[in-house]
């Protein structure tokens, strides 16, 4: 009785939480408004420790969505998690994870930044190890340690705005521009948010963390962990624009959003597809920030939220049914029994694609659109467009696999019927895949963006779409003749699937030495040398005499004998020598 109360009475407050947020949000907006706190927490002689709190209509409304997609996951989990054991200790961690990422929203300042930035790192860790096994345990090592070394930069910013005697980062950025010494901040800042934003060369946590239970993907992947470095960029846009660093953010973000979707067409399992899309959203957020456009970053980052959560919910319902199998090429034709799940992930996939009048197409299509209207070289326009061409097609390859083609394997299906508990938070979420991309558009911009294109640059984004699409049915439809199952093309197959040898450059390839140095270490000194002439050695020795004095303390007729005989010897011996 306990496991449901706590699902439903979290996932009522934080829903509450989260209309209040809204309509705060919408009081701010219309009254230009930005309230700034400053709570004193301990005054002690001439030292103060203070929080200070940001509230504007940015914060406002990220805080919504977060509060929006964790009551409606929260509430999913309630029937997802319903065999777990401890799930409210998961909910718990769940509820942990939602407060740092609101801690770090509404900071501007660094310290508390450091707090919840840190604090999603290590809730994340223990979330992503919660079904323990060793691939679980290597994924949360990979992913709390990626995300260390943004804390670490984080830490060194710290200590760089020591000089400015204040961690109130908001009043010192105009101020940081003008400071060539300052530019160490906004350098620093960039790679802290690569780290958590998962851009190269530190992609490969994120198609690990889906060890981690599907409630927690969905939350993780929309609005709270990977997006928190997109967030802090806008935050810190000010200080970032006419950065030097920006230009290499584009191209390593660029490269970033085409590799992932590259991957995400060689990809089997359901959920690292959807993880890899996560990974090609976040790149184009980052390029279109380092484009020095925070706005319309923040407006992708909203939409993209709503349909990601669904998209995984989805999968979770689908993995459920498939006894916990997640291999897409066991699956297909599932339309025919789990229609409204099929209806969700059909809408969301499409909002992901940029269906023309979904969540997706208003943030997306406007990016583009402000791309070719920017004074950007022929690489980059190309890298976007490729890239949005990629979404399509490994979007449509996944409806094909589960939805269009035959069944396979049908007597490992549980044909139960759909969940009513998941289904009516899966509906929340898909209104507000259709509606939301519509209703931000109206609230946050002021004005419309203009932008006048030829036709054809107009229509260019519905071009590569239909390509992508076309190109998705054949790949779903390839058969064992095609070639990319021939040994000439296996070199470049096994580069392209696996994230351009991300993981094995990046981890493996880091670590292999320092752990076999370790382990070398561990095995001639620890275990060798020491052992013998500490820890074991004397023990060994020690040991030994304890036997021997035994022995003799055992009040033996031969040993008093032989001890007699001895020191009769010893004393006969010294007479004759003196």
């Keep these: 009785m306990f496991k449901n109360s706590i699902c439903f009475v979290s996932s009522f407050f934080l829903f509450f939480l989260s209309m209040m947020n809204f309509f705060m949000m919408i009081y701010f907006i219309m009254n230009n408004l930005i309230i700034f706190l400053e709570w004193e927490l301990i005054s002690f002689n001439s030292m103060s420790i203070v929080m200070s709190i940001l509230l504007d209509w940015m914060s406002l409304l990220f805080m919504m969505f977060v509060m929006l997609i964790s009551s409606v996951v929260i509430f999913y989990s309630k029937s997802y998690m319903s065999s777990e054991l401890n799930l409210n200790r998961f909910i718990m961690l769940v509820l942990l994870f939602v407060f740092s990422m609101i801690l770090l929203i509404i900071s501007p300042n660094i310290i508390s930044i450091l707090l919840?930035?840190?604090g999603l790192g290590l809730v994340s860790y223990c979330l992503v190890i919660y079904y323990q096994n060793i691939k679980s345990y290597n994924?949360?090592?990979?992913?709390?340690?990626?995300?260390?070394?943004?804390?670490?930069?984080?830490?060194?910013?710290?200590?760089?705005?020591?000089?400015?005697?204040?961690?109130?980062?908001?009043?010192?950025?105009?101020?940081?521009?003008?400071?060539?010494?300052?530019?160490?901040?906004?350098?620093?800042?960039?790679?802290?948010?690569?780290?958590?934003?998962?851009?190269?060369?530190?992609?490969?946590?994120?198609?690990?963390?889906?060890a981690?239970?599907?409630?927690?993907?969905?939350?993780?992947?929309?609005?709270?962990?990977?997006?928190?470095?997109?967030?802090?960029?806008?935050?810190?846009?000010?200080?970032?624009?006419?950065?030097?660093?920006?230009?290499?953010?584009?191209?390593?973000?660029?490269?970033?959003?085409?590799?992932?979707?590259?991957?995400?067409?060689?990809?089997?399992?359901?959920k690292k597809i959807i993880a890899l899309s996560t990974l090609s959203q976040l790149g184009l957020m980052m390029s279109i920030l380092s484009m020095g456009l925070p706005d319309l970053a923040f407006f992708h980052l909203l939409t993209h939220a709503m349909f990601k959560a669904l998209l995984f919910m989805c999968a979770g319902v689908i993995i459920h049914m498939m006894s916990d199998i997640q291999d897409i090429r066991f699956m297909g034709g599932i339309g025919s029994f789990i229609p409204l799940t099929s209806l969700c992930m059909n809408i969301s996939n499409m909002a992901l694609c940029g269906i023309p009048f979904l969540a997706g197409f208003y943030s997306k299509d406007l990016i583009l659109e402000m791309v070719s209207m920017s004074n950007l070289n022929f690489f980059i326009f190309l890298l976007y467009y490729i890239s949005t061409g990629l979404t399509m097609f490994y979007s449509f390859r996944l409806t094909m696999y589960l939805m269009v083609n035959d069944f396979n394997l049908l007597s490992i299906y549980n044909l139960y019927d759909e969940d009513f508990t998941m289904l009516k938070s899966m509906f929340i979420l898909l209104f507000m895949s259709i509606i939301s991309g519509s209703m931000l558009m109206w609230m946050i911009f002021p004005y419309p963006y203009m932008i006048y294109l030829p036709f054809n640059m107009k229509m260019m984004v519905i071009y590569v779409s239909i390509l992508g699409l076309l190109l998705g049915y054949l790949i779903s439809n390839m058969n064992i003749y095609s070639m990319n199952k021939f040994i000439i093309s296996y070199e470049i197959s096994s580069f392209l699937s696996m994230m351009w040898f991300m993981p094995s450059l990046s981890t493996y390839g880091l670590n292999y030495h320092f752990l076999n140095f370790g382990y070398n270490l561990l095995k001639n000194i620890d275990m060798g040398w020491s052992e013998i002439y500490s820890g074991h050695g004397i023990y060994m020795i020690l040991k030994k005499y304890s036997i021997f004095y035994n022995l003799l303390q055992l009040t033996n007729y031969k040993i008093y004998l032989f001890s007699f005989i001895l020191w009769m010897m010893i004393y006969f011996m010294m007479m004759i020598m003196f």
């Design 116 to 118: 919840g930035w840190d």
């Design 212 to 270: 981690a239970p599907t409630p927690v993907s969905a939350l993780v992947h929309s609005s709270t962990l990977v997006t928190a470095g997109v967030y802090l960029l806008i935050r810190f846009n000010l200080l970032l624009v006419d950065m030097m660093f920006m230009k290499f953010l584009m191209l390593l973000s660029g490269l970033t959003m085409f590799m992932a979707g590259i991957s995400a067409n060689y990809e089997f399992d359901l």
């Design 139 to 210: 994924a949360g090592m990979l992913t709390a340690l990626s995300n260390r070394i943004g804390d670490v930069f984080i830490l060194m910013v710290i200590s760089w705005m020591m000089n400015y005697g204040s961690w109130n980062y908001i009043f010192y950025l105009e101020f940081m521009k003008n400071d060539y010494y300052m530019m160490m901040v906004g350098s620093m800042i960039i790679i802290a948010a690569m780290t958590k934003s998962a851009q190269i060369p530190f992609s490969s946590w994120l198609p690990a963390a889906m």
